[in-house]
C-alpha cells in the first residue's frame, strides 16, 4: 500500500520535471531559430538599409516571428542599424502568462564582408 502511494507521488513529479524540460527544449529551438533568422535578416537589412518587406516576410516564414527596429526605420550607410526579432510561446507548466521570447541584433549599413 505504501509503495503504490510512493510509486504515484513519484509519477506526479515526474510528470511536472518532463513537462518542465519540454518547455525548455522548445525554448532553446526558439532561440535557436530567431537567432538565425536574426543574422540573415541582418544581411539582408546591411543591403537594403532597413527592414524591408522582404526581411519582414523572411522572419516571419523562417522562424514564425516578426522584427521591428529599435530606432529609426531607416538609416544611412556606415551607421549601426539595431533591431529586434520577436516570437511569442505559449508554455506548458513553466508560467501562466504567454512568454515573449526576443532577441536583438545589430548591423551595419552597407557593410558587406
Same mark, same amino acid.
Given at each position: 500500500?505504501?509503495?503504490?502511494?510512493?510509486?504515484?507521488?513519484?509519477?506526479?513529479?515526474?510528470?511536472?520535471?518532463?513537462?518542465?524540460?519540454g518547455?525548455?527544449?522548445?525554448?532553446?529551438?526558439?532561440?535557436?531559430?530567431l537567432?538565425?533568422?536574426?543574422?540573415?535578416?541582418?544581411? =539582408?537589412?546591411?543591403? /537594403?538599409?532597413? &527592414?524591408?518587406? @522582404?526581411?519582414?516576410?523572411?522572419? #516571419?516564414?523562417?522562424?514564425?516571428?516578426? +522584427?521591428?527596429?529599435?530606432?529609426?526605420?531607416?538609416?544611412?550607410?556606415?551607421?549601426?542599424?539595431?533591431y529586434?526579432? =520577436?516570437?511569442?510561446? /505559449?508554455?506548458? &507548466?513553466?508560467? @501562466?502568462?504567454?512568454?515573449?521570447? #526576443?532577441?536583438?541584433?545589430?548591423?551595419? +549599413?552597407?557593410?558587406?564582408?
Open positions: 500500500m505504501g509503495s503504490s502511494l510512493g510509486f504515484l507521488l513519484s509519477l506526479f513529479f515526474a510528470v511536472q520535471v518532463m513537462a518542465y524540460v518547455d525548455l527544449t522548445v525554448i532553446q529551438q526558439i532561440y535557436g531559430a537567432n538565425s533568422a536574426a543574422i540573415t535578416a541582418g544581411h =539582408i537589412i546591411s543591403l /537594403e538599409g532597413g &527592414i524591408s518587406k @522582404r526581411t519582414r516576410e523572411f522572419v #516571419e516564414k523562417s522562424a514564425k516571428a516578426y +522584427i521591428v527596429p529599435v530606432d529609426e526605420d531607416y538609416q544611412t550607410v556606415g551607421k549601426i542599424y539595431e529586434v526579432v =520577436i516570437r511569442k510561446y /505559449e508554455p506548458i &507548466i513553466m508560467s @501562466r502568462e504567454t512568454m515573449v521570447l #526576443e532577441v536583438r541584433r545589430s548591423v551595419m +549599413i552597407g557593410y558587406i564582408e
